[in-house]
């Protein structure tokens, strides 16, 4: 089967409830196994599916209380992932995970977890490299104006 056949749009009728429900797991399921999702996230593509409010609530309730769906894992996964493509500072992290939909305290808690001096440093160094690769700046205060546009602060920065 290919990829693209996962995503087909289910049928819009209400169906027997259990059917309906395992319908919309099973989607649910298949969004997970491509990648972390968070709760909003996965709400928001189950109802472009069609699938019930009430129905998109059981599920999600079934899924974080079997451990298929969790927050933590989800924010801990989009820091990973984010910053390897593209290095930023916590505040904007924040930011980008509160735009995404993802509870504010597991955020605030994983982000200041993962966002050690060496990790931060680390980060700063690396989008200090991207900076000047691309040309974006070329004097110091510039490429600190630009190293604060992605959220690092001035004790963040490294010389």
């Known amino acids: 089967m290919a990829k693209t056949d996962y995503f087909k749009k289910e049928p819009t009728q209400k169906e ?14 298949r ?7 968070n709760r909003r996230e996965l709400a928001v593509k189950l ?5 019930d409010s009430k129905t998109i609530e059981a599920v999600l309730d079934s899924l974080e209380d079997d451990g298929s769906l969790n927050e933590e894992r989800y924010v801990r996964s989009f820091v990973r992932s984010s910053n390897r493509r593209h290095p930023e500072g916590k505040g904007v992290m924040l930011q980008r995970l509160a735009a995404k939909g993802a509870d504010r305290n597991t955020s605030e808690r994983i982000v200041s977890e993962i966002y050690t001096p060496e990790y931060t440093s680390e980060l ?16 110091e205060n510039q490429i600190r104006f630009e190293l604060s546009k992605l959220g690092f602060r001035n004790s963040d920065i490294i010389d």
């Open 16 to 29: 027997d409830g259990s059917s309906f429900f395992n319908r919309c797991l099973d989607q649910a399921l």
């Open 31 to 37: 969004y997970l196994s491509l990648r972390e999702h």
């Open 47 to 51: 109802r472009k599916k069609d699938y």
């Open 124 to 139: 700063s160094s690396r989008a200090k490299a991207q900076i000047l690769k691309k040309g974006r700046a070329t004097e």
